[in-house]
């Protein structure tokens, strides 16, 4: 409500030019905040509002637009604006927003970009979706070991502006490789001895990431050390660049996102939401219908089978829904739990016999509690029929315990099978989960009435 309410003062100071306002807007408060004020206007207000700042700080507003805006922004007929913002844009975040644009565009910035920042992009632009090279920058504090405290600070001190982060500065030999680390804080509390030399204090046991590594493992390493950075090498240990603990974040978020719709049976969208065509859409989500559809089927087929017997002993109907939900809900309540439990690195491949006693374990305690359930439900609505006998209203509590049980094993193990065929665990979706045990559901119903009541062949 508080941006509606401010439009019409920024709009008016666009009306009237007032460059001295404009200004003030743009850097009194933080960029956050200016950006969400502007979510009112027009790119093209957007734009005239940015002219009026220095382009760090243009970048800085920028950076907190939505993807969408960002695009938008970029698509108006500001090219030279629209180059210049781009170069002052953290390295990885440019290469990302880039790379999202229709190629004409993208080609059309490159080429108004300085040389040193177009070879950046293209050098990024060539490390695959999902791996440490495309989601870390170049600007990062690099120092000869030879450099002695006061010379760290006085280098850092020249460039500092060129850098995303100075809380680690990394320690390279003349080839660029790796060997070591030393904080600001490490820095400044050294400037007792201005004279020693940055490799006596510098931290050698570091953990690093590799450049094809994949970024969901490198967040994992950073969220377990608690870093806010970690560098990235190659194989000979040469220095590429750095992930930032915000670009780890990103990347949590974007993991997260993939594994929510593959949990919901569907294929990770490339874009946002709305900017995903209809069809495109349809597509993703259709894909894992059309299987959810032939799980169904399945399932009928399974009814099916015992369509003669159901005719005779009626009473069974009613209860299969009860059946086949319980069976289901407990199998996608364990697979979230070992999906989520895996992607967090709570359990290992080397730690299934202990979920499979766990899951053995809650399976029995949810499926008595149920039994309990559907014992009591069984005695008002099985028919008091001598031709039935008194054992059919052991068929629902028993059948509840298996189904219970099946539901339990399978939302556990077939993540790890996954898992084990270095497939995402995730796609062994919720629905997927419920559509198997549906079928060994009603199997098990089946039987179990057979055995108890004997069902006519």
Known sequence: MINTLFLPELREMLADNNVAELSDFCVAMHPSRTASFMEGLSDDEVWRVLEHSMPDNVADIFSYFDEDRKRNLLETDRRQQAAELVAHLPSDDRVDLLQDLEDSLRQAI????????????QRLSQYPEGTAGAVMTTEMAKLSKDLTIRQALDEIGKQSDDYETIYYLYIVDAEERLRGLVSARQLLTGMKTPDTLISDIMETDLVTALVMEDQEEVADKVAHMDVLAIPVVDKSQRLLGIITHD??????QEEATEDAHRSGAVEPLDESYLRTSVLTLSWKRGIWMTILFFCALLTAIALEQYEDRLKVLYWLVPFIPLIISSGGNSGSQSATLIITALS???????????????????GLLLGVGLAILGLLTSVFFIPDDPQIGRLAIFVVPITLILVVLTGTLTGSILPLVFERLGLDPAM????FVAGIVDILGIVIYMTVAAILVGLPG
């Open 344 to 362: 967090r690195g709570h359990i290992e491949l080397s730690d299934w016999f202990k979920v499979i006693v766990r899951e053995l374990i809650m």
């Open 428 to 431: 062994m979706s919720n629905p």
């Open 247 to 252: 670009d780890i974040i990103d990347v949590f």
């Open 110 to 121: 490159l080429e108004l970009l300085p040389v040193e920042e177009r070879r950046d992009i």
